[in-house]
């Protein structure tokens, strides 16, 4: 495990202590509207109430539709240049690269990361399917549009389902895809998992990791880019003004309107637990960033036993 490199300048430190505060006001706008537009349009007075989740995730589909989306995105050039790439998302390409055999693309979101798997070498890659597991079904026509925009039509497949186990076995088989091993049981099925921006979003991270390492075959790895909890006062380098930030945004309703998100998930222990039971996984290859700011990441790969 390596710890950051380059110290943050002063404008870096400013910008990763108020980034939520950023994203909250844009979420809770979409918020706004579609309460506004269920109760006045749809004359669902009770809906926001009654329904808070459906609403929830229809605003959240909307914002992050906005935000991941650029407004001026050209269909014609879909890698974007790397070099250009800052922050969280200059820690995606490489890892993507590392993508191989079948893959499980978990919260896809609107498929701001496609063009990473696409632009492995010809002829198609070491990738041999990609399926993105994406439960919010608002962002699956982004997700179809990116996919074909990143010639993987026939490659990457939208599975409407979450991280959910059942749910996402049941998912994969109407999609013909043999989840069942020869004694009947869930199998391993997966090469390459990938987890970006995802694991502070699900229910239960414990659980959810614990089945992702089940479906995860001999051999085969997983790829984390994950903002966490700030580690202060455990860890050096960390920032107790960071941690302070991020429980303030979280008493501001972080979570309920960003997508159900947590910025205080400790998801680093959960991974490296949820190989345990078979002696620790084969290889752990993670590097923790940004431990000065409200959103830290930890980004690299964990490679399960053969
Ligand atoms: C912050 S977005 C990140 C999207 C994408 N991975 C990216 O980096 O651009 C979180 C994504 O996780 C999805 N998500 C939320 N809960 C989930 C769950 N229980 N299982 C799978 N995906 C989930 C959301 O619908 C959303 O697309």
Redesign the pocket.
């Known amino acids: 495990m390596t710890e950051p490199d380059a110290p943050p300048t002063f404008q870096d430190r400013i910008l990763g202590l108020i980034q939520p505060g950023i994203l909250l006001p844009w979420a809770l706008k979409h918020y706004a509207i579609v309460v506004y537009e269920t109760i006045f349009y749809r004359r669902q007075p009770l809906a926001p109430l009654l329904r808070s989740k459906e609403i929830r995730d229809e605003a ?1 589909s909307r914002f ?1 539709v906005e935000f ?1 989306v650029p407004p001026n995105e050209d269909d014609t050039q879909a890698v974007p240049d790397i070099s250009t790439l800052t922050g969280s998302a200059a820690l995606i390409p490489p890892l993507l690269a590392k993508a191989r055999g079948v893959v499980l693309d ?5 498929g ?2 496609m063009p990473y798997f696409a632009a492995q070498p010809s002829p198609n890659n070491n990738i041999s399917a990609i399926y993105g ?4 079904v608002g ?1 699956h026509a982004e997700l179809r549009r990116r996919a074909t925009i990143n010639g993987l039509d026939g490659k990457y497949h939208i599975v409407p389902a ?3 186990k059942a749910e996402l076995l049941s998912a994969l088989q109407k999609q013909g895809v043999q989840t069942d091993n020869a004694g009947g049981e869930p199998g391993q099925i997966f090469d390459t998992i990938v987890c ?3 694991l ?4 239960n991270p414990e659980r ?1 990791i614990a089945d992702l390492y089940s479906l995860l075959r001999s051999g085969g790895q997983i790829i984390v880019v994950e903002h966490v909890v700030n580690p202060f006062p455990w860890q050096k380098g960390a920032s107790a003004i960071a941690r302070v930030s991020q429980l303030l945004f979280t008493l501001l309703g972080w979570s309920y309107f960003v ?3 947590r910025l205080d998930r400790d998801t680093m222990s959960y991974l490296c637990k949820a190989a345990d039971q078979d002696g620790g996984w084969g290889k752990v290859e993670l590097e923790q960033r940004f431990l000065w700011s409200a959103m830290p990441y930890i980004a690299g790969t964990l490679t399960k036993r053969l």
Not at 106 to 110: D, R, S, Y
Not at 133 to 136: D, K, L, N, Q, T
Not at 200 to 203: D, I, R
């Open positions: 959240f992050w991941s978990m919260g896809p979101g609107t701001s990361q597991a994406e439960p919010c962002l979450s991280a959910e970006i921006r995802v502070c979003s699900v229910p959810t997508g159900d998100c």
